[in-house]
T-cell receptor, first 113, second 113 residues
Framework: KAGVTQTPRYLIKTRGQQVTLSCSPI?????VSWYQQTPGQGLQFLFE???????NKGNFPGRFSGRQFSNSRSEMNVSTLELGDSALYLC????????????FGPGTRLTVL | GESVGLHLPTLSVQEGDNSIINCAYS??????FIWYKQESGKGPQFIID?????DKRQGQRVTVLLNKTVKHLSLQIAATQPGDSAVYFC????????????FGSGTQLTVLP
């Protein structure tokens, strides 16, 4: 079974731009979660989608948004990029049940100049 | 606010020795705990999990101990190998399943030859 895939793997943007990151979960998985990883703040939960609905949301500004499609693929968008948005953005998937292991993708490394 | 933290940021052990990585959590409502391993350039990889109704759980070469009285979690790795060198994170959630995880700051484990 293929793992969680994220595209692109690396991205360079400038302040004020917007960016869209994509995540394809493991086949059959319906829950997709997004995390931001930085050296200063560590791994922080952004949001979780299940069956195309946002089920949980972390403490991030409204510039961070996401969505999930009917095939469970998910995208996250960051608008009006700031230097502090430079981070590794990780996507993780589970089947959505109560006893699942959460599998992470390799992440997208975003650099904001 | 609620947080999960680690006692030590770095740990060096001799190959073949046992490793113990500690983690403190503060959310008394947490009922599900997970240990992840992250190697350079990769996403976190699931190691082992434990629910709040258990004190100990064993896997292959790894054991997780949970002390709810003092809100402490530990990961024991037996016969540490060079391939165990990585950053180890504990994570917790009050949701009973692997979603909306709160991660600790991580411990860098280095295995010495």
């Amino acid at each position: 079974k293929a793992g969680v895939t994220q595209t692109p793997r690396y991205l360079i943007k400038t302040r004020g731009q917007q960016v869209t990151l994509s995540c394809s979960p493991i086949s059959g998985h319906r829950s997709v979660s997004w995390y931001q990883q930085t050296p200063g703040q560590g791994l922080q939960f952004l949001f979780e989608y299940f069956s195309e609905t946002q089920r949980n949301k972390g403490n991030f500004p409204g510039r961070f948004s996401g969505r999930q499609f009917s095939n469970s693929r998910s995208e996250m968008n960051v608008s009006t990029l700031e230097l502090g948005d430079s981070a590794l953005y990780l996507c993780a998937s589970t089947s959505g049940g109560g006893t699942d292991t959460q599998y992470f993708g390799p992440g997208t490394r975003l650099t904001v100049l | 606010g609620e947080s999960v933290g680690l006692h030590l940021p770095t740990l060096s052990v001799q190959e073949g020795d046992n490793s113990i990585i500690n983690c403190a959590y503060s959310n008394s409502a947490s009922d599900y705990f997970i240990w992840y391993k992250q190697e350079s350039g990769k996403g976190p990889q699931f190691i082992i999990d434990i629910r709040s109704n258990m004190d100990k759980r064993q896997g292959q070469r790894v054991t997780v101990l949970l002390n709810k009285t003092v809100k402490h979690l530990s990961l024991q790795i037996a016969a540490t190998q060079p391939g165990d060198s990585a950053v180890y994170f504990c994570a917790e959630t009050p949701h009973g399943s692997a979603r909306q995880l709160t991660f600790g700051s991580g411990t860098q484990l280095t295995v010495l030859p």
